[in-house]
């Protein structure tokens, strides 16, 4: 059986040779999975992101930023999401030097991501533990780390002179940092070789061995 990690591409960086650019790409989120246990004001609960939430999200043509550790917005132009059988498919070219120089440095821990509820359920077990499943929802961003995230995070936004509540969820971070593919420079070299005489005899006999050749075709 393979592994989670072999399952699913969770941070995949590839850096260019001429280290001015990368791109990176992988699951932002797994859907329909649960998550670790999360707390709100009433307590733990588990949580999940339901499939076609982000699918929807995206077919509504709302700008979804693209983010290093949530502050620093990135050039979006090159972002392109997805949502597959999966889970949330996100793929990118990064010029920014802080986060290619974090992926120098093999910093890069995962993915994280903003959204605002549209729609949810609760579900409640026989034991008491609380399930909350995210049926819709708009993406707002998506951001790469360089740190061990929270899973959980929130914050109040004004849009329309209304607040809205602005969640933040990220993945267990990963272990051994993101898989790093690092871009070879090909070299070519042409090498030129000055003709000797003894060089000069040896082209001159066989350009002329041909030129006979071709006499006692023509014959």
């Known amino acids: 059986m393979c592994s989670r ?6 941070l995949q960086v590839e850096i260019r040779a001429d280290k001015k650019s990368m791109s990176v790409r992988g699951y932002v989120n797994v859907v329909g999975r649960d998550s670790r246990v999360l707390h709100d004001k009433t307590g733990p609960y588990i949580e999940q992101i339901m499939p076609g939430a982000f699918a929807k999200s995206l077919a509504a043509g709302g700008k979804v930023e693209l983010r290093f550790n949530h502050r620093k917005i990135l050039d979006s132009d090159t ?15 990064v010029t920014d030097d802080d986060v290619i120089a974090a992926a120098e440095r093999k910093e890069l821990r995962g ?3 903003g959204f605002v509820k549209q ?15 995210v049926d819709e929802l708009e993406l707002r961003e998506v ?19 209304d607040e809205v509540l602005v969640e933040f969820r990220a993945d267990q971070p990963l272990e051994d940092g993101a898989d790093y593919i690092r871009q070879s420079e090909t070299t070519t070299t042409t ?27 023509r014959m």
């Open 111 to 113: 993915w994280s991501f």
């Open 5 to 10: 990690k072999e399952e699913v591409i969770r």
């Open 79 to 93: 972002l392109k999401l997805r949502e597959d059988n999966i889970g949330l498919l996100a793929t990118a070219d």
């Open 143 to 161: 951001s790469v780390l360089d740190k061990t995230p929270a899973y959980i995070a929130t914050s109040i936004e004004t849009r329309d002179d």
């Open 119 to 133: 729609k949810d359920h609760w579900k409640t077990d026989e034991d008491g533990t609380r399930h909350r499943y």
């Open 191 to 217: 090498t030129t070789k000055t003709m000797t005489p003894g060089d000069e005899s040896v082209m001159f006999c066989a350009q002329k061995t041909i030129e006979v050749y071709k006499m006692k075709r």
